[in-house]
């Protein structure tokens, strides 16, 4: 099969957790005995040869070191969020990203990770307790319930300066509003999980054929899916104060990447977002289904480890501030 790659000769990566060790410290605990160098792409990657276990090293165990992959890890790098802003991981468990993002913000402002599966919830908490990270906020709840004018999420506080004038009793009393709000949204929906497991992807590859159970399932199921994942987006990009979403899967089907970006093309630009180019060296975009998919990115799992997906859609006054 195309896409059956033996594993062993891809690399593998590990993501350095910046919030417990830095890079250059864990490149030399794990360079001399693994061979480990740094990502030439993400900042906060290193390369391990093909086949190397790291499971059980203490690295792992104690959360200084994550087995996050390098498409999965271009996720966080891509929203580019600033220490102190508040953003929204909208489906989070196991909470790979969330923390990823918590490094990246160097553990300042807030992130709020929702996740709507209980049992998911617990494995969510249990990666951020290993991660270290004190700035999240766990939100047990449906991404698609979440109003997006709740002050939770745009906020406006009064803060009230008084002063008392010469002699006399009299206050005066001067208000401005401090405005605490979500800048960026991280939305990694569940996907059909096609770019991960090379046996899961062979009737992927030839259109689906009527009459054949399996496939008719698999369709069924990738159309939910896709309708799940449009509507999450078009949700995210609702957020009143939101000047950056990154949407990800690691599906390698155009139902679920580019004919999702393509619905929500019109609502995007009605709230002023347009795609921005994330990773601009990488050579692997979208497919050409609409103009524009340019700016898309995917990964290959018959090159990469793994097939994965990246939008990237950013507010047009934020881009004129030249922040792209
Ligand atoms: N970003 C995660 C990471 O890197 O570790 C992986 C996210 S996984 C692909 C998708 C998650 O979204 C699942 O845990 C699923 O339970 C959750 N989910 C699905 N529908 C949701 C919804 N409506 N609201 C919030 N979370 C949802």
């Given at each position: 099969?195309?896409?059956?790659?033996?594993?062993?000769?891809?690399?593998?990566?590990?993501?350095?957790?910046?919030?417990?060790?830095?890079?250059?410290?864990?490149?030399?605990?794990?360079?001399?005995?693994y061979m480990a160098r740094k990502d030439d792409m993400v900042p906060d990657l290193l390369v391990?040869?093909?086949?190397?276990?790291?499971?059980?090293?203490?690295?792992?165990?104690?959360?200084?070191?994550?087995?996050?992959?390098?498409?999965?890890?271009?996720?966080?790098?891509?929203?580019?969020?600033?220490?102190?802003?508040?953003?929204?991981?909208?489906?989070?468990?196991?909470?790979?990203?969330?923390?990823?993002?918590?490094?990246?913000?160097?553990?300042?402002?807030?992130?709020?990770?929702?996740?709507?599966?209980?049992?998911?919830?617990?494995?969510?908490?249990?990666?951020?307790?290993?991660?270290?990270?004190?700035?999240?906020?766990?939100?047990?709840?449906?991404?698609?319930?979440?109003?997006?004018?709740?002050?939770?999420?745009?906020?406006?506080?009064?803060?009230?300066?008084?002063?008392?004038?010469?002699?006399?009793?009299?206050?005066?009393?001067?208000?401005?509003?401090?405005?605490?709000?979500?800048?960026?949204?991280?939305?990694?929906?569940?996907?059909?999980?096609?770019?991960?497991?090379?046996?899961?992807?062979?009737?992927?590859?030839?259109?689906?054929?009527?009459?054949?159970?399996?496939?008719?399932?698999?369709?069924?199921?990738?159309?939910?899916?896709?309708?799940?994942?449009?509507?999450?987006?078009?949700?995210?990009?609702?957020?009143?104060?939101?000047?950056?979403?990154?949407?990800?899967?690691?599906?390698?089907?155009?139902?679920?990447?580019?004919?999702?970006?393509?619905?929500?093309?019109?609502?995007?630009?009605?709230?002023?977002?347009?795609?921005?180019?994330?990773?601009?060296?990488?050579?692997?975009?979208?497919?050409?289904?609409?103009?524009?998919?340019?700016?898309?990115?995917?990964?290959?799992?018959?090159?990469?480890?793994?097939?994965?997906?990246?939008?990237?859609?950013?507010?047009?006054?934020?881009?004129?501030?030249?922040?792209?």
């Amino acid at each position: 099969l195309l896409y059956q790659t033996p594993e062993v000769t891809k690399p593998r990566y590990v993501r350095v957790n910046t919030l417990k060790l830095d890079v250059e410290n864990a490149l030399c605990k794990l360079e001399r005995q693994y061979m480990a160098r740094k990502d030439d792409m993400v900042p906060d990657l290193l390369v391990l040869p093909p086949g190397t276990d790291l499971h059980d090293h203490p690295l792992v165990m104690n959360g200084s070191v994550f087995l996050q992959g390098k498409a999965s890890s271009m996720v966080a790098v891509a929203l580019r969020p600033k220490p102190g802003w508040e953003v929204l991981d909208a489906c989070s468990a196991p909470g790979n990203k969330t923390v990823h993002l918590a490094a990246l913000m160097k553990g300042q402002g807030k992130i709020i990770a929702c996740e709507l599966n209980k049992e998911r919830v617990k494995r969510l908490e249990d990666t951020i307790k290993r991660s270290g990270a004190t700035n999240v906020e766990v939100l047990h709840a449906d991404f698609l319930n979440l109003n997006t004018k709740d002050p939770l999420y745009s906020k406006a506080w009064m803060v009230m300066i008084k002063f008392q004038l010469g002699g006399t009793k009299d206050l005066l009393a001067i208000s401005s509003y401090v405005l605490r709000e979500v800048r960026a949204i991280l939305l990694d929906p569940s996907c059909s999980g096609s770019g991960t497991s090379a046996d899961r992807l062979d009737h992927l590859l030839p259109s689906y054929t009527a009459g054949q159970a399996a496939d008719v399932a698999d369709t069924e199921r990738v159309n939910k899916l896709a309708a799940f994942q449009r509507k999450a987006l078009a949700h995210a990009l609702s957020f009143p104060a939101v000047e950056r979403v990154v949407y990800s899967t690691c599906s390698i089907n155009q139902a679920e990447n580019e004919d999702v970006i393509k619905s929500v093309l019109p609502l995007a630009a009605s709230h002023g977002f347009q795609l921005a180019t994330p990773f601009p060296q990488w050579p692997r975009r979208g497919f050409p289904v609409f103009e524009g998919s340019e700016h898309l990115l995917r990964t290959d799992p018959t090159i990469d480890m793994e097939g994965f997906f990246i939008a990237l859609f950013v507010r047009k006054n934020v881009i004129n501030g030249n922040q792209e």
